[in-house]
T-cell receptor, first 115, second 112 residues
Framework: DQQVKQNSPSLSVQEGRISILNCDYT??????FLWYKKYPAEGPTFLIS?????DKNEDGRFTVFLNKSAKHLSLHIVPSQPGDSAVYFC??????????????FGKGTHLIIQP | EAGVAQSPRYKIIEKRQSVAFWCNPI?????LYWYQQILGQGPKLLIQ????????DSQLPKDRFSAERLKGVDSTLKIQPAKLEDSAVYLC??????????FGQGTRLTVV
């Protein structure tokens, strides 16, 4: 039973446009959510996170939105750049304090930025 | 600052053989994680250490997998005997308390 779902295996976006990556979760105990970015042959790198007490967190070109009632979060990248081409993993934790404990990852979405 | 170091990068073994992976976390990071990432899946936590103590090993197949972190720094993950379904990338990560995790490049294991 997948507790964190990323239903789009891949997404193609034109350079300069907005990329929107979606993630759904089923476990109501999740309290902290993260996005990781992964390039081929490298480990995932932390991108941005959000606590369940917030509905939005912004960091430069990256914004994460959380809709707790719908158990849905999304990552917006504006504007999209070629270097954003990577696999993006959504992850969730039951610990509200943040950190990397107890993470459950989705399967990932491969974002391709077209020139 | 040096990142999380893992070795080897690649390993090919026959089923029923044993294999070991090594991880050196970022200096000062008390928490160390081992993840298994099967092709097409997200990383799955196998074991978490806090210094040299195990915090969570609920998803570690203990009949064949073992891990240790004897001095609270380096860690090894062992599989004995390996099965075909163990083919995956094994990722090590480390973190300070209540902070983001930093991942190593991983070890890609192929069991034939």
């Amino acid at each position: 039973d997948q507790q964190v779902k990323q239903n789009s295996p891949s997404l193609s976006v034109q350079e300069g446009r907005i990329s929107i990556l979606n993630c759904d979760y089923t476990n109501s105990m999740f309290d902290y959510f993260l996005w990781y970015k992964k390039y081929p042959a490298e480990g995932p790198t932390f991108l941005i996170s959000i606590s369940s007490i917030k509905d939005k967190n912004e960091d430069g070109r990256f914004t994460v939105f959380l809709n707790k009632s719908a158990k849905h979060l999304s990552l917006h990248i504006v504007p999209s750049q070629p270097g954003d081409s990577a696999v993006y993993f959504c992850a969730a934790s039951p610990y509200s304090g943040g950190g990397a404990d107890g993470l459950t990852f989705g399967k990932g979405t491969h974002l391709i930025i077209q020139p | 600052e040096a990142g999380v170091a893992q070795s080897p990068r690649y390993k090919i073994i026959e089923k029923r053989q044993s294999v070991a992976f090594w991880c050196n976390p970022i200096s000062g990071h008390a928490t160390l994680y081992w993840y298994q990432q099967i092709l097409g899946q997200g990383p799955k936590l196998l074991i978490q250490f806090q210094n040299n103590g195990v915090v969570d090993d609920s998803q570690l197949p203990k009949d064949r997998f073992s891990a240790e972190r004897l001095k609270g720094v380096d860690s090894t993950l062992k599989i004995q005997p390996a099965k075909l379904e163990d083919s995956a990338v094994y990722l090590c990560a480390s973190s300070l308390e209540i902070a983001e995790a930093f991942f190593g490049q991983g070890t890609r294991l192929t069991v034939v």
